[in-house]
RNA sequence: GGCGCAGUAGCCAAGUGGUAAGGCAUGGGUCUGCAACACCCUGAUUCACCGGUUCAAAUCCGGUCUGCGCCUCCA
């Protein structure tokens, strides 16, 4: 398995610290508000990830934050007359809830920033006695940049011109040793959320939460660290020097970083009008087809998003969909127990499509590439099945599509129960049209269009599915 | 200014040296009471442009144009 390491920026062989185990940590939301179209696709792309590691058999520990404690979040509170921790919390259930509908599983550890003061208090104390911080007048403890010698060798940055940069739009920190130094614990202010710590009552910047908990869960070393690409400076590259000066181990071994997600080829903002929650999206789709659309792309590629290419997702998804359901369908009405010969070199011809499949996920997480092997895998189930397949070849064809679907989390629908209701009414239909009644079998099928079922007419019989 | 990404059919998108996957949409057909599903056919002599390397380039090198991102605690 290969994967893009932002590191070297090159396609490196995935080999983890431990055999068998992957230690991973994603760079969660900052929960001030639902979470945005563009924080979902690290979420989906990153626990497609996890999913092709558990589907190879490695035992992943997958660790994700919450930011719940930062400027945003307190300006909501106090808009709101609200504490701070009704705000993130609030939200934190709103964002669980966006992830279970997009089938994002949850992490092994979800940490909260603010229940890992201590941890955070630790590190920069320990980050002081090594002479990689220091306080200053009112409080403030800053990391010592230039102290750390590979300070940029993530984001390929030279510090003298970030420096240079620095000094063109300088506007506060003026009591730093250097403006390339960042914060590491900044004093409250009147009626903000703080705690105690030796230098001031105050709280953390946003960089050591994550080397914390990353600490903390995953332990100096991890194998993956992942999130959006905006965040490898300074966020990550930061993490780095803390992690590191603090550790004196290499903090991760692969950086993986997802693309953006624009939307009419423009940064996704709330001032340019073209921002979407998710909460949003899933009152017009189902957030599966969401899904679907962003691993139709690399997920380093920028992606655009617009109701076109979305209806299009829609589309594609809908073909899998029926692709499954005829095969349920088939299973339940066949005679057929076990599968002839014919049927076993059905079978094993099928074979190709995981290989293809599992290549392209081995190439980076290629999920384009893996869902064209799904469609492929779909065409050939709905050109060699009939109603005399047996059950056999149907349920291992289907289990296959299921297996291959999980991994990129689309959930072929389950069966569901008929009510007696719909039973009656496709029943009475299926008399009408023998009777050639077909204004009254319309009839019945409009009503039950309306409860939401649709039904085809197939060779196999009717079939129906809710919409 | 520094660093980086991208440009493949109407749209989306794989492919990174061996002669252009897949999906959506379109049009035609089979099936069908109709519809839907499914299946068959329909598509790039060509991969932004110009040079170069090579037996061979969408793929490598140089240049040009265009779009975009980061360098601001924005995923």
Known sequence: MKVYNTLSRKKEEF???????????????????????????????????????EYKGYEVNFVSNF?????????????????????????????????????????????????????????IGSLMEKGFAYAVEDGTVYFRTRKFEEYGKLSHKNLD????????????????????????????????PYWESPWCKGRPGWHIECSVMAKKYLGDEIDIHAGGEDLIFPHHENEIAQSEACNGKIFAKYWLHNGFL????????????NFFTVREIGEKYDLQVLRFFMLSAHYRSPLNFSAELMDAASSGLERIHNAAENLRHLSKNTDLQSMADEERELWKGSDVFVEKFEKAMDDDFNTADAISAIFEYVKYCNTNVK????????????????????????????????????????AERQAARKEKNFARADEIRAILSDKGIVLEDTREGVKWKRV
Not at 167 to 188: N, Q
């Open 15 to 53: 080999v983890p610290l431990n055999e068998g185990k992957v230690k991973m940590y994603v760079c969660g939301p900052t929960v001030y508000n639902f979470i945005h179209i563009g924080n979902a696709r690290p979420m989906i792309v990153f626990d497609t990830v996890r999913r092709y590691m």
């Open 67 to 123: 930011t719940d404690v930062d400027d945003k979040i307190i300006k909501k509170a106090v808009e709101e007359g609200v504490s701070a921790q009704e705000i993130s919390q609030r939200y934190i259930n709103e964002c669980k809830k966006d992830m279970s509908d997009m089938n994002v599983k949850p992490a092994t550890t979800h940490p909260l920033a603010t229940q890992e003061i201590d941890g955070m208090l630790k590190m």
């Open 161 to 192: 011109d970030l420096q240079a940069g620095h000094r063109s739009i300088k506007v506060t920190g003026e009591d730093k040793e250097d403006s390339l130094d960042f914060v590491l614990w900044k004093p409250k202010k009147e009626g903000e």
């Open 262 to 273: 624009n939307i009419d080829n423009k940064k996704m903002s709330k001032s340019e009008g």
């Open 387 to 426: 109603q005399e397949s047996s059950q056999e070849l149907l349920d291992s064809l289907y289990q296959r599509m299921e297996q291959l679907c999980d991994v990129l989390g689309i959930i072929l629908a389950k069966e569901e129960v008929l009510d007696e209701e719909i039973e009656r009414l496709i």
